[in-house]
């Protein structure tokens, strides 16, 4: 063999062994990173959920998933600027009804059917209004999780204050306020400081006051409005638990607040399903019991408010359409939304689907029979003002007697009837 | 002419060395500050454009409900200028003099004095919320300790003493700016003046009044103007404390926050208006560059040489 015989061969082995490294490498690289989907949330405290999710998403169809969250308060600016300069994500979670429906009216969001989603097809009507524009009633969102107010309560509390029968009715609750204070146990552990906390308040009591869902379909219709007694009388029903607060609750922030009912020094606290994941991360062995607002007189009717909290969507320019959809799907799957309602504390929007926590079980129960929709959240957040800045404030400013529950609702009336056009018929 | 010639050079190197700096206020400060004024005059739907609109959004404005908000933030802003301009300067004055005539330990009284300017405005406010916290906070406790039970308040929690504490954090907070601009003052001043007053037989208190404070005035015009934009501009002091409503019931409410809100809208209520905060935007921009220009002509006439 001579020398130049010797280098060939020398090349060649060198040719083969490098594609033999190298074509495996380009051939995997490409059937399992191919796509790389860009996925957006206002929710950083949830990035290890969903980079979890991500990974399994991807062990099963090979499409990557890159999950990027924002600060929750700037997420609304920064998703729609990156959207209008057609650099948005590939699939993102939306708000819900008002809170983006502008960016769905202006086509951003992909609309979606129950072919494209087949787990749409399950979903209430109400909970698939929160992903539908405000001019634009197609889909763009598949809503992930039900929102819930009631009443949560700590049974050791309570059964030290001498209370077994939890209340039915508004006269029955006092009644029980009132014990429980007699106790010197801070009955209620809300507070006046916390605006937005006001209107979720009145959201667990008022719709055993004006009437539920026929007052929601009237108001939204335009055939009553918020002068109507009987909201005013829903506004006076929270407003008449102030008293029953801790002392100084015109100070108390949300945190305090929601601390002193985690550290079992106030009974009950009137809100969210999503305020037990805070309770649980101040005080892991405290027990919550939970029950709907009380009827507004004994025997009368109660119910359960309730909204989608958000959607996931697709954006309407993205570049990878077949793989957002597969992953969609996925985030709609009951896999997913049973892991999420157990690691997150969502109320799946699909039946059959149960919560691990008792309290959250209570509250999932309760929806089908009971559900009410959030009346100032689903119905007037699409103009400014929405009747919620008028609210939040407005509670604040009758709890420091500079207002009556007479001139809040006409001051909500006047500010919605302002862009609201069955208002102005 | 081999004057001139040089004159042009040099006027050429020194808009050379201008550029960078001109380029940067261009495309940071005024192509944004323009196009938010052209923001103004047009419909928006959310985050998007629409046609032109004239100066309906002004008049939106200036109307229901969107005016009571507005002249009430205003006089928020106004009592912020006046609350701060007031106890802050005085207090600067007094804690310059203090430190200018302190015999010994200038420079760590100067550190002291200075040290709360340089902590984020956001921790400055955390760290407020929990001192003055009704339940926990050492304040109350102290207040209720000592027995003075009506000294013990819901300090932020209450719609007329909310503003009056978020002055007094701001103080807190920043008395060590005009306390070293005063200073500084001061120590510019040429103590021949105050050596033949002193031969003249004028006591301190007379010294301080005749020949320091009026020598002071150019230390003066620039505190005053930086307190009269920092006024009505304030917006991350009440926003951390008080959200973006200004709260409690808007107590604390300010054009800033207003626009705010306006602008980008808000997680727990809701939609935004873009045009409506643009508008506003032009009317803070003018209320501040007007304020400013005319303040600053007026108070540099008053001025006296040192």
Request: no cysteine; glycine share 10%; charged share 15%.
């Given at each position: 063999?001579?020398?130049?015989?010797?280098?060939?061969r020398?090349?060649?082995?060198?040719a083969?062994?490098?594609?033999?490294?190298?074509?495996?490498?380009v051939?995997?690289?490409?059937?399992?990173?191919?796509?790389?989907?860009?996925?957006?949330?206002?929710?950083?405290?949830?990035?290890?959920?969903?980079?979890?999710?991500?990974?399994?998403?991807?062990?099963?169809?090979?499409?990557?998933?890159?999950?990027?969250?924002?600060?929750?308060?700037?997420?609304?600016?920064t998703?729609?600027?990156?959207?209008?300069?057609?650099?948005?994500?590939?699939?993102?979670?939306?708000?819900?009804?008002?809170?983006?429906?502008?960016l769905?009216?202006?086509?951003?969001?992909?609309?979606?059917?129950?072919?494209?989603?087949?787990?749409?097809?399950?979903?209430?009507?109400?909970?698939?209004?929160?992903?539908?524009?405000?001019?634009?009633?197609?889909?763009?969102?598949f809503?992930?999780?039900?929102?819930v107010?009631?009443?949560?309560?700590?049974?050791?509390?309570?059964?030290?204050?001498?209370?077994?029968?939890?209340?039915?009715?508004?006269q029955?609750?006092?009644?029980v306020?009132?014990?429980?204070?007699?106790a010197?146990?801070?009955?209620l552990?809300?507070?006046?400081?916390?605006?937005?906390?006001?209107?979720?308040m009145?959201?667990?009591?008022?719709?055993?006051?004006y009437?539920?869902?026929?007052?929601?379909?009237?108001i939204?219709?335009?055939s009553?409005?918020?002068?109507?007694?009987?909201?005013?009388?829903?506004?006076?029903?929270?407003?008449?638990l102030?008293?029953?607060?801790?002392?100084?609750?015109?100070?108390?922030d949300?945190n305090?607040?929601?601390?002193?009912?985690?550290?079992?020094?106030?009974?009950f606290?009137?809100?969210?399903n999503?305020e037990i994941?805070?309770?649980?991360?101040?005080?892991?062995?405290?027990?919550?019991?939970?029950?709907?607002?009380?009827?507004?007189?004994?025997?009368?009717k109660?119910?359960?408010?309730?909204?989608?909290d958000?959607?996931?969507?697709i954006?309407?320019?993205?570049?990878?359409?077949?793989?957002?959809?597969?992953?969609?799907?996925?985030?709609?799957?009951?896999?997913?939304?049973?892991?999420?309602?157990?690691?997150?504390?969502?109320?799946?929007?699909?039946?059959?689907?149960?919560?691990?926590?008792?309290?959250?079980?209570?509250m999932q129960?309760?929806?089908?029979t009971?559900?009410t929709?959030?009346?100032?959240?689903?119905g007037?957040?699409?103009?400014?003002?929405?009747?919620?800045?008028?609210?939040?404030?407005?509670?604040?400013?009758v709890?420091?007697?500079?207002?009556?529950?007479?001139?809040?609702?006409?001051?909500?009336?006047?500010?919605?009837?302002?862009?609201?056009?069955p208002?102005?018929? | 002419m081999?004057?001139?010639?040089?004159?042009?050079?040099?006027?050429?190197?020194?808009?050379?060395?201008?550029?960078?700096?001109?380029?940067?206020?261009?495309?940071f400060?005024?192509?944004?500050?323009?196009?938010?004024?052209?923001?103004?005059?047009?419909?928006?739907?959310?985050f998007?454009?629409g046609g032109?609109?004239?100066?309906?959004?002004?008049?939106?404005?200036?109307?229901?409900p969107?005016?009571?908000?507005?002249?009430?933030?205003?006089r928020?802003?106004?009592?912020?200028?006046?609350?701060?301009?007031?106890?802050?300067?005085?207090?600067?004055?007094?804690l310059?003099?203090a430190?200018?005539?302190?015999?010994?330990?200038?420079?760590?009284?100067?550190?002291?004095?200075?040290?709360?300017?340089?902590?984020?405005?956001?921790?400055?406010?955390?760290?407020?919320?929990?001192?003055?916290?009704?339940?926990?906070?050492?304040?109350n406790?102290?207040?209720?300790?000592?027995?003075?039970?009506?000294?013990?308040?819901?300090?932020?929690?209450?719609?007329?003493?909310?503003?009056?504490?978020?002055v007094?954090?701001?103080?807190?907070?920043?008395?060590?700016?005009?306390?070293?601009?005063?200073?500084?003052?001061?120590?510019?001043?040429s103590?021949?003046?105050?050596?033949?007053?002193?031969?003249?037989?004028?006591?301190?208190?007379?010294?301080?009044?005749?020949?320091?404070?009026?020598l002071?005035?150019?230390?003066?015009?620039?505190?005053?103007?930086?307190?009269?934009?920092?006024?009505?501009?304030?917006?991350?002091?009440?926003?951390?404390?008080?959200?973006?409503?200004?709260?409690?019931a808007?107590?604390?409410d300010?054009?800033?926050?207003?626009?705010?809100?306006?602008?980008?809208?808000?997680?727990?209520?809701?939609?935004?208006?873009?045009?409506?905060?643009s508008?506003?935007?032009?009317?803070?921009?003018?209320?501040v560059?007007?304020?400013a220009t005319?303040?600053s002509?007026?108070l540099?006439?008053?001025?006296?040489?040192?």
């Amino acid at each position: 063999m001579t020398k130049m015989q010797r280098s060939v061969r020398g090349l060649l082995a060198a040719a083969i062994a490098a594609t033999t490294i190298v074509v495996p490498a380009v051939v995997s690289s490409s059937a399992h990173a191919a796509v790389e989907l860009s996925f957006w949330s206002w929710r950083p405290e949830d990035k290890a959920f969903y980079e979890a999710q991500a990974a399994k998403f991807e062990k099963s169809t090979g499409i990557a998933v890159k999950f990027t969250p924002y600060v929750a308060t700037d997420y609304n600016a920064t998703l729609a600027t990156a959207l209008t300069a057609g650099k948005g994500p590939d699939v993102m979670q939306i708000r819900a009804y008002g809170g983006m429906a502008n960016l769905s009216d202006a086509g951003n969001f992909m609309p979606l059917t129950n072919a494209d989603v087949p787990n749409l097809a399950k979903v209430s009507a109400g909970m698939k209004a929160g992903a539908q524009g405000y001019t634009d009633k197609r889909q763009f969102g598949f809503p992930y999780s039900t929102s819930v107010l009631g009443v949560m309560y700590n049974p050791d509390l309570l059964s030290k204050a001498g209370v077994t029968v939890m209340p039915t009715s508004m006269q029955s609750f006092v009644s029980v306020l009132q014990k429980v204070k007699a106790a010197g146990i801070t009955p209620l552990g809300n507070g006046t400081g916390y605006a937005p906390g006001l209107e979720q308040m009145w959201g667990a009591l008022a719709p055993a006051y004006y009437g539920g869902n026929d007052f929601f379909n009237s108001i939204v219709a335009g055939s009553t409005n918020f002068n109507d007694s009987a909201f005013v009388a829903s506004l006076k029903a929270e407003t008449d638990l102030y008293k029953y607060m801790p002392a100084g609750a015109s100070g108390l922030d949300y945190n305090t607040a929601r601390g002193l009912f985690a550290n079992g020094k106030a009974a009950f606290y009137i809100g969210g399903n999503y305020e037990i994941s805070y309770f649980r991360s101040l005080n892991p062995s405290l027990k919550v019991g939970w029950f709907p607002g009380p009827a507004a007189t004994s025997g009368g009717k109660r119910y359960v408010t309730n909204w989608a909290d958000g959607a996931f969507a697709i954006n309407a320019k993205t570049t990878h359409k077949a793989e957002a959809l597969k992953f969609l799907n996925f985030l709609a799957s009951k896999a997913f939304l049973t892991d999420a309602a157990n690691q997150l504390g969502w109320i799946p929007p699909l039946a059959g689907i149960q919560s691990s926590d008792p309290a959250i079980a209570a509250m999932q129960q309760k929806i089908p029979t009971m559900g009410t929709p959030f009346l100032t959240l689903v119905g007037f957040r699409y103009g400014t003002p929405t009747s919620s800045s008028i609210m939040q404030p407005g509670f604040q400013k009758v709890a420091a007697g500079t207002q009556t529950v007479e001139q809040l609702a006409k001051s909500i009336q006047d500010g919605v009837a302002t862009w609201y056009k069955p208002f102005t018929k | 002419m081999a004057k001139q010639g040089l004159k042009r050079q040099q006027n050429r190197f020194a808009a050379i060395l201008l550029l960078p700096g001109l380029l940067t206020v261009l495309i940071f400060t005024s192509i944004p500050a323009l196009t938010t004024l052209s923001y103004a005059f047009f419909h928006w739907k959310g985050f998007s454009r629409g046609g032109f609109a004239g100066l309906e959004n002004f008049h939106r404005l200036f109307a229901f409900p969107f005016k009571d908000q507005l002249f009430m933030a205003f006089r928020h802003n106004i009592l912020v200028f006046v609350g701060i301009y007031v106890i802050q300067t005085s207090l600067g004055i007094l804690l310059a003099y203090a430190l200018f005539k302190a015999p010994r330990g200038q420079r760590f009284f100067r550190t002291v004095a200075f040290f709360p300017v340089i902590f984020s405005l956001v921790i400055v406010g955390y760290m407020w919320q929990s001192i003055l916290n009704p339940f926990y906070g050492p304040v109350n406790w102290f207040f209720h300790h000592i027995h003075w039970e009506f000294a013990a308040q819901t300090w932020l929690g209450n719609t007329s003493t909310a503003l009056p504490t978020l002055v007094f954090i701001n103080l807190w907070r920043w008395v060590g700016f005009p306390t070293i601009i005063f200073l500084a003052g001061f120590n510019a001043i040429s103590t021949d003046y105050v050596e033949a007053a002193r031969i003249d037989g004028a006591s301190e208190g007379k010294i301080f009044r005749k020949i320091l404070l009026p020598l002071l005035a150019p230390s003066m015009t620039i505190v005053t103007i930086l307190t009269f934009i920092g006024a009505f501009e304030w917006f991350d002091l009440p926003y951390v404390l008080g959200g973006s409503s200004g709260g409690p019931a808007g107590s604390t409410d300010t054009l800033a926050l207003m626009f705010y809100r306006l602008s980008f809208g808000s997680v727990d209520s809701g939609a935004n208006e873009i045009g409506i905060g643009s508008a506003l935007g032009v009317i803070i921009f003018a209320v501040v560059g007007i304020g400013a220009t005319y303040g600053s002509k007026f108070l540099r006439a008053r001025e006296v040489e040192a």
